[in-house]
């Protein structure tokens, strides 16, 4: 009777050490989240929130809404079907590379922006680009330009679900 509750407890111990929790599961964020600072300043990035670009369906849009309003905004656009891991994406005016990124105090009005339709300069690093989970991580920072005014936005990181 001994040796049968040893050879039913060996397999059971064996099986409640397979954790599920233990193998390597996606980092899936349960909010989407962004943080920079501009002109050295932390902005208050309340909300952010991802959607595919009307105008081209190939940029997924991660706004980040400052102050709790809707009219203040940092966003980001990014060719992400295309971009890889670990590389740096230039924004620069002119460039074949599709992406943005943007300021606004009054509802994209007035917009301090880098990107090729722009002329402030700025970088993105893609740290995470899971299709699968349809989750985008990564860093960014440049200058934006409105008119002649200039705007250096630093820290820059977002982590969100599409």
């Known amino acids: 009777m001994k040796k049968y509750v ?3 407890l060996v397999p059971a111990m064996i099986l409640l050490g397979c954790n599920k929790s233990d193998d390597a599961a996606p980092n899936i964020p349960e909010k989407n989240t962004m943080s920079a600072s501009l002109d050295n300043t932390k902005l208050n990035i309340t909300e952010a929130h991802t959607m595919v670009d009307s105008d081209n369906k190939d940029i997924l ?3 980040g809404f400052i102050d709790g309003t809707t009219t203040k905004a940092l966003a980001l656009g990014l060719p992400y079907k295309d ?3 670990g590389q740096t994406y230039e924004l620069i005016k002119g460039a074949d590379f599709k992406g943005f990124i943007y300021y606004t105090t009054d509802s994209f ?5 880098a ?3 722009d002329a402030g300069v700025a970088q993105i690093v893609l740290t995470r680009n899971d299709q699968k989970n349809r989750v985008l991580e ?3 920072q440049g200058t934006l330009q409105h008119d002649t005014d200039e705007l250096i936005v630093s820290e820059g990181k977002f982590l969100v679900k599409y």
């Open 109 to 113: 009005h007035d917009i301090y922006g």
């Open 6 to 8: 040893v050879t039913l």
């Open 83 to 85: 971009m890889k891991e």
């Open 138 to 140: 990564g860093t960014f």
């Open 61 to 63: 849009d991660i706004l």
């Open 115 to 117: 990107g090729p339709n």
